[in-house]
Each structure stands twice: as C-alpha cells, then as structure tokens.
C-alpha cells in the first residue's frame, strides 16, 4: 500500500483558495486516490477521487501530475464551515486491502 | 435514507464489561467497515464485511474483539471484557461495492471505559 504525506495543518482565510498537496512517492500503477474531509464529532465524509490529470465536482478539484507521485486537492473561495481535517487515501479502487489513514491535514479558516 | 444508523451514540462502561455497538448500513450497500479513531493512533479499519462475510479482520486489535454481520443491513462490534484503553469512537461505514469507492460514514459512537 502507498504511503501518503500531508501536512499536518494548514491555516487560510475566507474566501481563498486552498491547495492541499498529498505525496505517494510509491504510488501503485493501480492506485486510486481518495480525499475525504472529516469534522469534529463526525464520520469522514468523501470529497473526491481521481487516478490522473485532473477531477472536478461541486466541491472541489482534484490535480494529479503525470508520475502520480503527489496529488493536491483545491478548494474554492473557502468559507468558515471549511475548517476540518482533510485526509488523503491511495489504494487500489476494487481489492481487499487493509486501508491507512494518515493523520490528515488540519485546515483551519480564519475570518 | 437515513444513512448509515450507529447506536449507541454514547457508552460509558467499567472496565471488564461487554460492550457491543450497532449498525444499520445503507440499504443495497454490499460492504461495511468498523474503524476505531482516537487521538494518538487516528483512524483505524478494525474490519470489513462485503456481501456479510468478513474478508480482512487483521486490524481487529485482539482476541477481545469480534464482529458479525449477521444479515445485510445489521452489524455488530463486540468487545468482552472492555479495557481502558478500548476508549475512542467507533465509526461503521458502508459502500456500494468493496473497495475504496466513496464509502459512507455514521455519526459514531463514543465509547468511554473507565
């Protein structure tokens, strides 16, 4: 399983956009990456997934450079309700497997 | 749906008491996950069910662990005798199909063993 790097915190303000850069320097070729958001006294709530290049929803885009060494998840104009911890996942998308989460990256929206 | 359903939400208990936590998947989910999250060791996938069999148990903790999936929209965490350090919340959640598609948490239960 591919081991993931985040920072552990970050901090920004209303209304910017946020990048939050995941590493998997021993990504497998078929390794999906998953980003889930988790707030406090919650269950991690799924935000995006992705394999290359780039994804996009309603909630946030999902780059993915051409090694897949590292992906970076970007979250428009965020607001205050934004604050929560950001986790990044690689596995692969349909085999048994021991999932690990990391830490996370803890983002905290200052007005 | 409701989403996925855990009771209790709370639990407080002795030391060497049985504890078991519920949950109710969402319905035409085939798989379920129970996770244990504390401070110090973050989340952790204790096991996962697909199509009610349990297909990785290896991060159940110990002998004291066990869980069941007795039918598709019912599952239990059992732990007999509960330790101190059992302490954290367990979440369960469910998915589509096995695998890292989106999976969907519930509320969880805050488990507190003194």
């Known amino acids: 399983l591919a081991k993931t790097t985040q920072p552990i915190s970050m901090d920004s303000y209303e209304g910017q956009e946020v990048n939050i850069t995941c590493s998997h320097n021993?990504?497998?070729?078929?390794?999906?990456i998953t980003w889930y958001q988790q707030f406090p006294s919650q269950g991690p709530r799924f935000i995006i997934q992705g394999y290359k290049t780039k994804v996009t929803n309603e909630v946030a885009s999902l780059f993915i450079p051409a090694d897949r060494k590292s992906s970076t998840l970007s979250l428009p104009r965020v607001s205050l309700s934004d604050t929560a911890v950001y986790y990044c996942?690689?596995?692969?998308?349909?085999?048994?497997?021991?999932?690990?989460w990391g830490a996370g990256t803890k983002l905290i929206i200052k007005p | 749906d409701a989403g996925v359903i855990q009771s209790p939400r709370h639990e407080v208990t002795e030391m060497g008491q049985e504890v078991t936590l519920r949950c109710k998947p969402i319905?035409?989910?085939?798989?379920l996950f129970w996770y244990r999250q504390t401070m110090m060791r973050g989340l952790e996938l204790l096991i996962y069910f697909n199509n009610n069999v349990p297909i990785d148990d290896s991060g159940m903790p110990e002998d004291r662990f066990s869980a069941k999936m007795p039918n598709a929209s019912f599952s239990t965490l059992k732990i007999q005798p509960s330790e101190p350090r059992d302490s954290a919340v367990y979440f369960c959640a469910s998915s589509l199909t096995r695998g890292l598609e989106e999976q969907y948490f519930g509320p969880g239960t805050r488990l507190t063993v003194t």
């Open positions: 319905s035409g989910h085939n798989s």
């Open positions: 996942l690689v596995a692969p998308l349909d085999s048994n497997y021991q999932l690990i």
């Open positions: 021993n990504i497998a070729t078929n390794d999906y």
